[in-house]
């Protein structure tokens, strides 16, 4: 219950430290949030933020399922294996550091500014943090529940659901909420970088025409979906996914 009431109450504070500053500050500098939500009513008529949203959602979408598959096959397949991580190890480090507008540009010069190569940039960026997430939680298994599974005769897809996966679900979870976080905010530099739609493409054009009110309107319409996945998504599968652990 205090979450419930601090969340809430937390951010009235904001909003009401914002239509303060707002006061005293120029409105072509910081909009009022009344001006704002105004704007929002304007491109949510206009069609445009739904457009908008919609297509950057996608992009994060099958950014995050890419990521997350191929992240999660090669961590697990390293935690698993330790002549497999001696190996690749250098490799992941290396992918780790690669930054994000590095591979962005490069996918851009490579496969020229199609849709693939944008999706492409985002998943490459998030691949590298989904593996070592997983390789973290592949090593820590129980050897036991292994071990147990080997005796039953539990085949390899039996002991990978009913025995390796739900252990990994916390792992999983962690590196799905920071995968969400990270990919949502480097889709947006591809938009910007090199698309003709979503909310990074409309936050730099209204960059270029000062338009502040219009930057918060796509800004803040992003962070509530971000947020609604998280508690409509992320935090139920996350409650379902640990339920063994309380049996």
């Keep these: 219950m205090p979450g419930l009431v601090t969340v809430p109450a937390s951010l009235l504070a904001l909003v009401l430290l914002w239509a303060l500053l707002a006061v005293f500050t120029d409105p072509e500098i910081l909009p009022p949030p009344l001006a704002v939500l ?20 996608g992009r994060v979408l099958t950014a995050f399922i890419l990521a997350m598959a191929i992240g999660a096959a090669i961590g697990i397949a390293l935690g698993l294996s330790g002549k497999a991580n001696r190996a690749f190890d250098p490799w992941l480090i290396v992918a780790l550091n690669i930054p994000a507008l590095v591979t962005i540009v490069l996918c851009y010069l490579w496969f020229g500014l199609t849709e693939v190569a944008a999706i492409a940039a985002v998943a490459v960026n998030k691949i590298p943090n989904v593996a070592v997430t997983l390789r973290e939680g592949a090593r820590a298994l129980d050897r036991e529940l292994a071990e147990m599974a080997r005796l039953y005769r539990f085949g390899p897809a039996a002991t990978l659901r009913h025995v390796i996966l739900p252990q990994l679900a916390p792992f999983m979870t962690a590196a799905a909420r920071s995968g969400i976080a990270l990919i949502w905010k480097i889709v947006l530099v591809v938009e910007l970088l090199g698309r003709s739609n979503g909310v990074g493409f409309q936050i730099h054009l209204y960059f270029q025409l000062f338009d502040i009110g219009r930057i918060f309107v796509y800004a803040i319409a992003f962070i509530l979906v971000m947020q609604a996945v998280e508690l409509g998504i992320l935090q139920p599968w996350e409650r379902h996914a640990s339920r063994w652990r309380r049996v």
């Design 38 to 57: 105004a704007l929002a009513a304007e491109e949510w008529h206009s069609g445009d933020l739904l457009f908008h949203l919609g297509a950057t959602l």
